[in-house]
């Protein structure tokens, strides 16, 4: 029986993740992670790679990626300039055959951990090349007629954020995963991970101001986890005092910092349209 | 006992397949999470659903399922004949009783309490408070009381287990409700067509290498054509009336559309096309463009939308003379009639709710007109109206 997946001291795990990693983990089966940008959905598979001790692998996917990139590639230029020069190892295909990110993770000596990252950038039919490859966790190289087979199959997780439809028979070979926004429990928690001496009050006032922005109707942008951690880290650098941060303070509108959560003119604007009316509610 | 669990799912609309099944049950087999029945839901869900947008309906479809949670645990339910737990006796409990239940400690104590009892326990039992039965104050069987009870069939009494598949917080990623500008642009997307057409200006990098390698190393230089989107649509919204309350969703629609192509026109009307139409909504009685200049200027390949509530007196349609605004010598059939033939993909989506679409008289004539191709305006509907596009 392999390790179980509980979160790590960096990272915090809710009991639906670790079923779904650790279902994935045992049956070595690609895992598909969802969730609003921001949630912590690349740093699991460093988190999952961490915990279990085995080596990482990143494929970060950009709209221009194929498959194929992943598996092997034929640097025919380099060939092309070798037997120009008259060079010896041109005569071996072989030597001009670079090695993927994913045969990378099929070569580990122990079992890996392969990050497919936000494999939705990526052009519709590239999860479909892929089917195979993630099934048996082997591909054929053409040019040098060899089949390469994963010494351990390795642990894959892959992100997405929504952009594009995935192809069903893609999803069918995967476990899913969709990562909520985290409620103000486990944001607690979470900020306690990374602060770990960070004061109570400022804490759940800082947490109290942060949800008071992300309710806010009709946000373009509405911050995510990752901004109110740089957020914190802002506070405690500038030491904002806890009083700073509450709602009734009639002098401002908008919390110290603010650029760190809102990111858009017009919601910074939205947003201090909502407290000005609130606050007038309140005074009559 | 999990066959059943599955095609309840497919019944509820969960596009679940057997090979996702059979991996829960290699997962089960595996035992990734057995000890409690939060952990099945989790692995269920992981296995099973692979879209949050049905995170809702798997929600609903396992609560219906698991009314109380006996079969989660189909080798121990299977021992309990169902008309033994048949209620038969309500025990009413004062609160200083109820107090003075004690709880056996965790889920996990319960379970393995639970098995040792139904190991040891043969035949029906009522009240008490150590056997499984009905109305005692065991941990175990229903309609009685029990801080930490597990609820085997019928109906808790104490209301106390809450489920996490009960609050349904994926209430509203369920794709036939949320419309945002972003999903739109993800449903228009699908749309979307890339061709290659006109001259080749784009140096093929691939094409080169490839053709100077076959040419044994003489270099052969390779362009191909720049890829463009090649869908073309015509877009008409109506506006004004009825439709004043669907503006913000029309608006989203507008804004995502208009980022997606490179060919949009975009025209509006008001309630039905008659034989004008304008393209500025605020000066629509001082430019208008007659509809036949429409017909004359955009090819037969454009794909054409209509968006509007088609919620108006049966006269407008097909009267001459019957529009609201102005006399039209040719009743709105026939200018619809014209369009739908010129253009034969075209869609019309409709903000109203699909299921109250029967009730209006107007609508069904102009799903004749539009030989049924209408559809809502969510994102469910947006993705079968571009399916119909495409076709």
Redesign the interface.
Known sequence: MTAKFEGTDRYVATDDLMVAVNAAVTLARPLLVKGEPGTGKTQLAEEIAAALDKPLYRWHIKSTTKAQHGLYEYDAVSRLRDSQLGEAKVHDIANYIVKGRMWEAFDSQSQAVLLIDEIDKADIEFPNDLLLELDRMEFFIHETRQLIKARHRPIVVITSNNEKELPDAFLRRCFFHFIRFPDADTMTRIVAVHFPDLKRELLSEALNAFYRVRDVPGLKKKPSTSELLDWLKLLLAEDVPPEALRADDPRKSLPPLYGALLKNEQDVHLFEQVMFLQRRQQRS | MLNRFFLTLRDAGI?V?L??YL?LL??LD?R??VEDV??FY??A???L????KH?DRYDRAFAAHFKGVEQAFAGLAKEIPADWLRKTLERVLTEDEKATVEALGGWDKLMETLAERLREQRGRHEGGSKWIGTGGISPFGHGGFNPEGIRIGGQGGGRRAVKVWEKR??RN?DDTIELGTRNIK?AL??LRRFARDGAAEEFDLEGT??S??RNA?LLDLRFVPERHNAVKVLLFLDVGGSMESHVRVCEELFSAARSEFKHLEYYYFHNFLYESVWCDGRRRHAVRTPTLEILRTYPPDYRVIFVGDASMSPYEIMQPGGSIEHWNDEAGAVWMQRLTTRYPKHVWLNPEPENRWDYTASIGITRKLLDERMYPLTLEGLDRAIRALRA
């Open positions: 596009p397949t090979t996702e991996a290699a997962a595996a990734v999470a939060d952990g989790y692995l869900r992981a296995a659903v692979k879209d949050e995170y917080e994926f990623l993800i997307r699908k290498i490839d100077t390698a190393g």
